[in-house]
């Protein structure tokens, strides 16, 4: 079935530090990929849509200039959390959907990042 | 905007029991609904999917139905086992690409 690739699956960075996370798909094409944060014992909450070649749409109240998406080709997403804090510290996961191969979205393996 | 809601938060069986998970949402209209199964710190796999025509989807011991009318959904898991325990998680989506909205998932422990 359709994969996403997503790294890296933990990292922990000092706050005031840029991080980068990449989901790939690795079979497909990704014209679209959603961008979710899960903080514990919470449910997953949509931070952003990526779009291939055009400009993210993020949900209200995430910061679209602190969590830089770019989706340069068709199978790559990328979010940077930019002077991370603390309070950043959380799962963060992408999705995405191969339409060739039916409706379900595939999920990355996730991101734990510890900002400290 | 959809709300989806799952109970119970958390539950725990003996193994071999057979148990539903229950899911609503508000917005009856939707695409299709989805359940996956998250192991702590883990990504999301994808249990079963429900295309909002369909009333019910079948995978090994797992069966998930859907009454859209009543925005409600149900997983059945069959003679559960301990390698059953993780979040079980339920989301929807009301349109073609439009992205999934997540319940906050039931906490399943599966005692041997």
């Known amino acids: 079935g359709a994969v996403v690739s997503q790294h890296p699956s933990r990292v922990i960075c000092k706050s005031g530090t840029s991080v980068k996370i990449e989901c790939r798909s690795l079979d497909f094409q990704a014209t679209t990929m959603f961008w979710y944060r899960q903080f514990p014992k919470q449910s997953l909450m949509l931070m952003a849509t990526s779009n291939e070649g055009s400009k993210a749409t993020y949900e209200q109240g995430v910061e679209k200039d602190k969590f830089l998406i770019n989706h340069a080709s068709l199978t790559l997403s990328t979010l940077t959390v930019t002077s991370a804090h603390p309070e950043d510290s959380s799962f963060y996961i992408c999705?995405?959907?191969?339409?060739?191969?039916?409706?379900?979205?595939?999920f990355g393996s996730g991101t734990r990042l510890t900002v400290v | 905007k959809q709300e989806v809601t799952q109970i119970p938060a958390a539950l725990s069986v003996p193994e071999g029991e057979n148990l539903v998970l229950n899911c609503s949402f508000t917005?009856?209209?939707?695409?299709?609904l989805q359940w996956f199964r998250q192991d702590p710190g883990k990504g999301l796999t994808s249990l079963l999917l429900i295309q909002s025509s369909q009333r019910e989807q079948t995978s090994g011991r797992l069966n998930a139905s859907l009454d859209k009318s009543s925005g409600r959904s149900t997983l059945y898991i069959a003679a559960s086992q301990p390698g059953d325990s993780a979040t079980y998680l339920c989301?929807?989506?009301?349109?073609?690409?439009?992205?999934?909205?997540f319940g906050k998932g039931t906490r399943l422990s599966v005692i041997a």
């Open positions: 917005d009856s209209a939707i695409y299709n």
């Open positions: 999705s995405a959907r191969d339409r060739d191969r039916g409706y379900g979205y595939t």
């Open positions: 989301a929807v989506r009301n349109s073609g690409n439009t992205p999934l909205v």
